[in-house]
């Protein structure tokens, strides 16, 4: 094989693997994991199964992928701050925690799209607890950092306290990322003046 030949099927490869992850991406966002069948998947992705096994292992291997590759630069960001944080001459006040966890991941719908941000507040809902658990897993090394954080910011709360409070704010933040409210045509938004409209009826 010429190395213009190898070059060629290697970029193939890529394209085939970044088809998948995109669309997965989109369609677990959309339908959800466990909804969204392997054959469903490869149909949009113009591939077959056998290319999931080959790049992924399984559907499994793909779900980790796109959790990985989606979550990498909020995560990161999320690092760095909490670095910064932790390296002042106290330890990090809970404002100052929950505005470096939730930036960067309200960021994710202006800087990768609604796709993305879909696609992550929909893990936190999903109906199949293995399916939070290994977007628990994929995310522990940096998210598990800002629990523990919060536990030495609030030294008077106990850990369902502080567990309560990690989720809270993990849970509205999924819901701003999935879009959840976005199609509600809340009542006040008919009335002139909107939300800042004073007075009686």
């Known amino acids: 094989m010429s190395g213009q030949d190898e070059g060629a099927e290697v970029h193939a490869k890529a394209t085939t693997r970044d088809r998948l992850v995109e669309t997965a991406v989109r369609l677990f966002g959309e339908r959800g994991v466990e909804a969204t069948s392997l054959r469903a998947l490869t149909e949009a992705a113009r591939t077959n199964i056998a290319a999931v096994n080959y790049h992924f292992g399984s559907k499994e291997g793909l779900l980790r992928a796109v959790i990985n590759q989606t979550m990498e630069l909020a995560n990161r960001e999320r690092g760095r701050r909490l670095d910064e944080l932790e390296a002042g001459s106290g330890p990090p006040s809970v404002a100052a925690l929950v505005r470096a966890f939730v930036e960067p991941g309200a960021d994710l719908l202006e800087g990768h799209g609604p796709d993305v941000a879909r696609f992550i507040g929909r893990m936190v809902g999903e109906p199949d607890p293995r399916v939070r658990q290994i977007f628990a897993d994929q995310v522990d090394p940096v998210e598990g950092r800002y629990l523990t954080a919060l536990g030495r910011a609030l030294p ?41 409209r004073r007075g009686g009826p």
């Open 156 to 196: 008077g709360v106990d850990d369902g306290g502080i567990r309560f409070a990690y989720t809270s704010m993990l849970g509205l933040l999924s819901l701003h990322q999935s879009g959840a409210f976005e199609t509600v045509d809340w009542p006040q938004q008919r009335i002139p003046g909107g939300w800042r």
